[in-house]
């Protein structure tokens, strides 16, 4: 989405990254943005569809009276999906053939806004009802793993391990959480990191679902450095792999947290920058991290266990580049 804002399509919401998948002015662009994190050396990519949930079209006006959120959620999933699979075409054309050929990551987002685990429904059943269009969608599609990232509470994880479930589809699954910046072991949702991840594994067994990795996306780097060690424990004794990454710019936390009281707001600003202030050193001058900084703790993440590793928000292909170096 970031990308996409960079490259001159965005009305603020981060929806015109979205429909860009079905238009055909923009469509290259999202192609373009796939291609060249290929050329970077990722071996997979993204879905650009996170924002493509049932209350997100509501929001947007994206429905109308014969045209439900569900439907239009699912056709701008598939349309993203469709990129996805042009770029890697146009990659196979120029790339590096002794590679194994790329792989596309559908991406199953939270149904509310990120970080806001208050807005969450307390239902497992209730967000399954939604989980089960955006899944049975990128199941539908072929993707070839399903990517649950930035989720802030258990209950979500839970609700998209119980669909895939219910479908009786298998895709390798990897489930990752947002944490805090300033409290790395916990989530969002203030839930513990290494509670999460247990229930997560356990429940994946119990329903014989392929949970090929479990991690840890949209904080600090710094924050998935302090987590590493609770996820290698978590992991250790199954097949599960670490999956980990980071943001790459200063101030997604403060864009994205609904905050509460003045009070509230003081400190927690704080806490931010405490977390922020003690690496400023590791951005430029517009506050982006620099891609030998980022290459720096994606190899931190390797040494601890992780074996999956790419670029959240603010991440671009130079940082990319710098981690596949």
């Not at 056709?75 to 194994?100: C, E, F, M, Q, T």
């Not at 792999?241 to 997604?252: D, E, P, R, S, V």
Request: charged share 25%; proline share 3%; glycine share 6%.
């Amino acid at each position: 989405g970031h990308e996409l804002k960079l490259r001159g399509i965005c009305d603020g919401t981060f929806v015109a990254g979205l429909l860009a998948n079905e238009q055909l002015l923009h469509a290259d662009t999202v192609e373009s943005i796939h291609f060249d994190y290929l050329a970077a050396g990722c071996n997979v990519i993204t879905t650009n569809s996170f924002v493509a949930v049932p209350q997100r079209m509501i929001e947007c006006g994206l429905t109308s009276q014969n045209i439900s959120a569900n439907f239009r959620a699912a056709v701008l999933i598939r349309a993203s999906v469709d990129r996805a699979r042009a770029a890697i075409a146009k990659y196979d054309d120029v790339g590096d053939h002794s590679k194994k050929r790329p792989l596309i990551a559908g991406s199953i987002p939270p149904l509310t806004e990120c970080y806001i685990s208050e807005k969450v429904s307390a239902s497992v059943d209730d967000l399954m009802s939604e989980y089960q269009i955006i899944v049975s969608t990128l199941l539908d599609c072929e993707v070839d793993i399903l990517l649950a990232e930035t989720l802030s509470t258990t209950r979500e994880a839970l609700a998209i391990l119980r669909v895939l479930s219910l479908l009786r589809k298998t895709r390798p699954i990897w489930i990752s959480f947002t944490i805090k910046d300033d409290v790395y072991t916990n989530l969002r949702s203030d839930e513990s990191l290494e509670g999460a991840c247990q229930s997560i594994i356990k429940e994946a067994v119990s329903l014989s679902i392929p949970l090929e990795a479990i991690g840890v996306n949209c904080s600090t780097p710094s924050a998935i450095s302090n987590a590493m060690p609770i996820l290698k424990k978590a992991v250790h004794g199954t097949s599960t792999k670490i999956l980990a990454y980071g943001n790459c710019f200063q101030t997604t936390t403060s864009e994205w947290i609904e905050e509460s009281s003045v009070e509230d707001n003081a400190k927690e600003k704080s806490d931010r920058e405490k977390a922020i202030n003690c690496c400023s050193h590791d951005y430029d001058k517009e506050g982006y991290m620099l891609p030998s900084a980022y290459a720096q703790y994606a190899k931190e993440w390797a040494d601890s266990g992780a074996t999956i590793i790419g670029g959240c928000c603010g991440s671009r292909p130079k940082q990319m580049k710098a981690v596949a170096d």
